[in-house]
């Protein structure tokens, strides 16, 4: 066996939030006629709440919403943000992170395992990975929809580990943001994080290593070694 690894969604494999994930949300939230739009920088502090239902929830608390109006509300605003989000992703408007793609297609040559364990929903999680990487890409998907507890919980990452049948030293995560490292951490995972604009100033202590992007960095060759000395 070579080993896996096993990425994240969002901010990972693809940039999806500052220009995806955050215009879902402000559309949705025109369309039920609340008078909430999330800018660019009051998005990067919201992401610290996992799972885009969550995120409302919590953002509506602080509005001052009851806590069952906060729920009931996230819930039907999401349902919305989904629908939206899925249709960006079949018009192609997310891209995946530069140098991706020919990562996963030496990954693969090379006889490793590919798994993904993201807390996005998979409505959403599935269209995309078969449009950006090719269906069938990835031997086991688990999405927030599976989990009862999003990242930085590890639930998501045990669920990947069990559907691809290999312990946690034989796989390393790869992560772009602070919850997503304790997640995998959590599992008994590697991780090496790769950082973006909203995730570069958290702290990444226990990281294998951390980049800033993968065009440039050997990421193949660094995660073959580190899968060859587990
Ligand atoms: C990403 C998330 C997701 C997205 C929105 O975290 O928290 O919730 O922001 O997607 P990670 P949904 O990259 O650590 O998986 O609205 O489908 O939840
Ligand atoms: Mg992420």
């Given at each position: 066996r070579n080993g896996a690894i096993v990425f994240d969604v969002d901010g990972t494999l693809v940039d999806s939030e500052r220009d995806g994930h955050r215009i879902a949300f402000n559309s949705a939230f025109s369309a039920a006629g609340l008078p909430y739009q999330w800018d660019v920088e009051t998005y990067g502090r919201l992401l610290?709440?996992?799972?885009g239902r969550r995120r409302i929830a919590a953002f509506l608390r602080r509005q001052g919403h009851s806590r069952h109006e906060a729920e009931e509300l996230a819930a039907t605003l999401h349902t919305d943000k989904t629908a939206r989000f899925r249709a960006m992703v079949e018009q192609g408007t997310i891209p995946p992170r530069p140098g991706v793609r020919a990562l996963l297609t030496e990954l693969s040559d090379t006889g490793v395992t590919l798994a993904v364990a993201t807390t996005g929903t998979r409505v959403w999680v599935e269209p995309l990975l078969d449009n950006l990487f090719g269906r069938g890409r990835f031997a086991c998907v688990v999405t927030?929809?599976?989990?009862p507890t999003l990242k930085p919980d590890p639930g998501v990452y045990l669920q990947a580990l069990d559907g691809i049948g290999l312990r946690p030293n034989q796989a390393i995560a790869v992560e772009d943001s602070v919850n997503g490292l304790r997640a995998a951490q959590g599992a008994g995972l590697r991780c090496l994080v790769v950082t973006n604009h909203y995730t570069s100033n958290q702290n990444f202590t226990g990281a294998l290593a951390v980049l800033d992007r993968f065009l440039g960095h050997d990421v193949a060759t660094l995660l073959r070694c580190h899968l060859l000395h587990d």
């Open positions: 610290q709440t996992t799972g927030g929809t599976e989990v």
